[in-house]
């Protein structure tokens, strides 16, 4: 009866052992798994290295919405990241109905070595398109959510003083 008994914890311990091995095992070998190397990337001074954008930080831009006469007139201001950006909004006005229009917000910085400081750029756009035009955006390229606030009553467009530098 003794060594039945010693039988059985001879497997239990043999079991036991073989479980802490096997755990110890898997840990080593999701750990080498872990340590591979990556995949090569070019290095970001290699023509071939993606540009980070600086301005993909800008999701949303809302302006002051304007219909007077089939002439849409989206006047804001938009925050960029500093002082030597400069907004050249292009719009285009695809024929169909109601008119798909895409406002593109690119921006032109001649200099590098401008130092970060968040700066608010005004911006003016009009453009003819019927009251039920889709109207989207993008910034850079990338698209971002166009927040319209519907002028009051009374007000144009001209009342939206643009500050261009110069």
Known sequence: ??????????????????????????????KNELEQPQVDQPAATSPEAPIENPYAHITRVTAKHFFIEDTHTLAGEIMLPTACDLLEPEVVVMESY????????QIINTTGDCPPQATPQRFKVSFVASESAQIRATVAGNP???????????????????????
């Open 98 to 105: 109601p008119e798909q229009v895409h406002i593109d917000f």
């Open 1 to 30: 009866m003794f060594t039945m008994h010693k039988h059985t914890i001879t497997i239990a311990a043999i079991i036991f052992v073989l479980i802490v091995v096997g755990m110890f095992t898997y840990a080593y070998l999701k």
């Open 144 to 166: 971002v959510t166009l927040n319209r606030i519907p002028a009051a009553a009374g007000e144009t467009p001209d009342d939206f003083e643009l500050f261009i530098k110069g």
